[in-house]
């Protein structure tokens, strides 16, 4: 007689009351079941207590309602894990529909097969089918911790904002003792090397990022660098004075005296990209390629890597920026074009775009249509800086193609330059091979020359009065994979 099949039931707090029912009755058919309400010991970390039982665990009742799919949290996590469990064994997990909702697309790309348990009968069947399990059930392998799972790591710094009188190498070491032995797949850099351009700022940039590569054993191919609004050279040879302009010139009012005195300062199109070109050396010698300052649509980059299936669209963000219009941030319309177009050569990739402006707040990308091209081409996570501030934001958060937006705050900007009582952080980001789930661990440097500490401001699910430096989220499947036949069917 084999061992009881021990069933482990996944919900949502808004389906308590539901699943407490199913639970009692897959508890008097003769099931072992774990449900957190009775089997949390008291005053543990149910988190840690969680992740332990799970592998444990014959069965994944993942329970599912038009409630549970609006919401985020440990939830997500649990059903992450999951379906890393599933990868070594088949029959894992079996998604239970609460009431007539949609599977989740992760579920329709596995093509599981669920069970209703609207009433008796779907009840019925599904403790039919765990009986079946039960009468086949082999012992359970010794499964390692969740979290020694190899994940993906992506270290963000954004507006590092150099001048000559920063002690860069001091930051470089106190950033490399707080990492350890961690790992790091990518660097992403979104901008703001330097102070206002300053152009020792970016010799400091250039030996900071160079050295940071070659102790965290970072290849330039993964270093993933755009350009802010303060790397924009404020160079008047861009310019040439006229009394009378054109529709198409791009201009602004340099002097108005009487009625017919008005002088113009329009832009050179033959120089006006050599705004950059501070920048373009330090990107030069970070990631080892050219950064083309010819045409604005021509400044962005795709760096796809077959080995994680991931990739990298970087994008300028200030391109239209200059010392007379310092809030034109947009998105060119041809690099987005030619960004995606080189994104769909590698279908089922997950996307990351980076770019230096944030799209919420005062301060944000006026015109920001160009995301939802970003999410069907399977962008899932997009990195900004220039707010100096923390910005965690999720578009389309209903969505089957939600995009989770991070905004990193500043890792070098002096205090006077930061948001009130605003430490420099930077972001620490984890991404699961399977891409089915990402961390970001924010860490704080609260004054110049201390040690980087967890900058804990997220409330813990469960524990209203605790505050956490890390934050969670599930990342729904790219376009291709969620447009794959569905081959679903009800058991």
């Not at 990868?87 to 697309?105: S, T, W």
Request: hydrophobic share 35%.
């Amino acid at each position: 007689m084999p061992d009881r099949l021990r069933v482990y039931i996944s919900f949502a707090e808004e389906d308590r009351q539901q699943v407490r029912e199913l639970e009692s009755k897959l508890r008097g058919a003769g099931f072992e079941t774990w449900f957190d309400e009775k089997d949390l010991t008291a005053g543990s970390d149910w988190k840690e207590e969680i992740k332990q039982e799970l592998p444990r665990c014959d069965v994944f009742l993942s329970c599912i309602s038009t409630r549970s799919l609006r919401r985020a949290g440990f939830y997500d996590e649990e059903v992450g894990m999951a379906l890393k469990i599933r990868e070594e064994r088949p029959g894992f997990l079996v998604p239970v529909r609460l009431d007539e909702c949609d599977l989740p697309p992760a579920y329709l790309y596995l093509r599981l097969t669920w069970v209703d348990v609207f009433d008796q009968s779907g009840v019925d069947r599904l403790i039919r089918s765990l009986q079946k399990l039960a009468a086949g059930k082999q012992p359970v392998p010794k499964a390692t911790r969740i979290d020694d799972a190899p994940r993906l790591r992506i270290l963000h710094l954004s507006d590092l904002h150099f001048t000559r009188d920063d002690d860069h190498l001091q930051l470089l070491s106190i950033l490399d003792e707080d990492l350890g032995q961690r790992n790091i797949d990518y660097l992403v850099v979104s901008g703001d090397l330097s102070d206002r351009c300053n152009e020792a700022g970016y010799e400091s940039a250039r030996e900071f990022l160079c050295q940071l590569q070659a102790r965290r054993s970072v290849p330039q191919a993964r270093t993933i660098l755009v350009p802010g609004n303060h790397d924009v050279e404020r160079d008047l040879a861009s310019y040439e004075l006229r009394d009378r302009i054109e529709t198409r010139d791009d201009a602004v009012k340099a002097l108005a005296g009487d009625l017919d005195t008005v002088l113009y300062l329009v832009r050179k199109t033959g120089t006006y990209g050599g705004r950059f070109r501070r920048f373009a050396s330090v990107y030069k010698s970070v990631t080892g390629t050219d950064y083309d300052l010819s045409e604005p649509g021509a400044q962005f980059c795709v760096a796809a890597f077959a080995e994680d299936r991931i990739q990298f669209l970087g994008l300028n963000s200030a391109w239209q920026i200059d010392q007379f219009r310092p809030k034109r941030s947009a998105i060119h319309s041809k690099a987005l074009d030619e960004g995606l177009l080189r994104m769909r050569q590698n279908p089922g990739f997950l996307g990351i775009a980076v770019w230096h402006h944030a799209i919420t707040g005062n301060d944000k990308i006026a015109s920001d249509e160009f995301l939802g091209r970003l999410t069907r081409a399977g962008v899932r996570l997009c990195l900004h800086g220039d707010v100096h501030e923390l910005r965690p934001d999720v578009v389309n958060p209903y969505s089957t193609s939600r995009i989770h937006v991070v905004g990193c705050g500043s890792f070098g900007a002096r205090a006077e330059e930061r948001p009130e009582s605003t430490p420099r952080m930077y972001n620490l980001i984890e991404v699961n091979r399977d891409h089915t789930h990402a961390r970001v661990s924010t860490r704080q440097q609260s004054k110049a020359g201390a040690e980087f500490e967890a900058y804990a401001t997220w409330s813990v699910p469960g524990q209203p009065d605790v505050r956490s430096g890390v934050y969670e989220f599930a990342l729904d499947p790219s376009a291709d994979r969620a447009a794959l036949p569905a081959g679903q069917g009800s058991a």
